[in-house]
């Protein structure tokens, strides 16, 4: 039954996901930044309703009260796919750093720059980190709250990821505020797309990291991911 259920939701997040980044790309009113912006939000908040609904999943976020009124970086944990619906939801601006192969995805990738995403070339060197600052330091100067998984990857509930030190080098050469955020998203969605398992997930946003050095950053993330947790 849990298996059928979680292939019942996948169901509804493609399907919603699918007609809504069609209907986004063909109007032209809804390829603005906030247009795109807005059916993202439609998306995930039917999905996470599906999920609530189908399988069970609901989420609980704590510390939003830490957001300041301007720019931030959100260095979050990543465990699972649902960290994705999570921040879409509950930011107000939120800006995602993504691998630029997502740009394959029929008609949601093409949407990913336009709703003002910034891409990274993961094997692209100095050149691609230099583009992927630009992107950020714009998107902050807006007011986005730009979000990066410092771990690069979904890492499993008691894995220790290998943090990557893009958000020391972005927080350096923005002065933005850090924000971590930890999670254990992956105790309800892990890997195994059918195999979503009933509970709550939570995410937990900490006071901003600020002043700190490179090192201490990435120390102060990893305690925050690892050891603090949610």
Known sequence: ????????????????????SIWCFVSFRHRTENGVIRVAKLWCGISLAALRWLCGI???????????????????????????????????????????ELRRIPAFGALLEPGGMIPVDR??????LR???????????KGHQVVIFPEG?????????????GVAVLARATGAP?????????????????NKVQGEA????????EGLGQ????????EVYYERGV
């Not at 976020?61 to 939801?89: C, F, K, N, R, Y």
């Not at 583009?131 to 100067?141: F, H, I, R």
């Not at 939570?202 to 990291?209: D, E, Q, S």
């Open 123 to 128: 094997g692209g060197g100095a050149a691609a």
């Open 58 to 100: 609901t989420v609980r976020m704590e510390g939003l009260e830490h957001l300041p009124a301007g720019g931030v970086i959100i260095a979050a944990q990543h465990q699972s796919e649902l960290d994705i619906l999570i921040w879409i939801t509950r930011l107000p601006r939120p800006a995602f750093v993504f691998k630029q």
């Open 1 to 20: 039954m849990r298996r059928l259920r979680s292939l019942a939701f996948n169901a509804v997040l493609v399907t919603a996901g699918l007609l809504l």
């Open 202 to 209: 939570r995410v937990r946003i900490y006071p901003a990291l």
């Open 153 to 165: 990857t979904r890492t499993a509930p008691g894995v220790r990821g290998h943090l990557r030190h």
């Open 178 to 194: 850090v924000l971590p955020a930890a999670t254990d998203s992956g105790l309800v969605w892990g890997k195994d797309a059918l």
């Open 131 to 141: 583009s992927m600052l630009a992107g950020c330091a714009k998107a902050l100067e």
């Open 215 to 222: 090192e201490a950053l990435m120390a102060a993330l990893a």
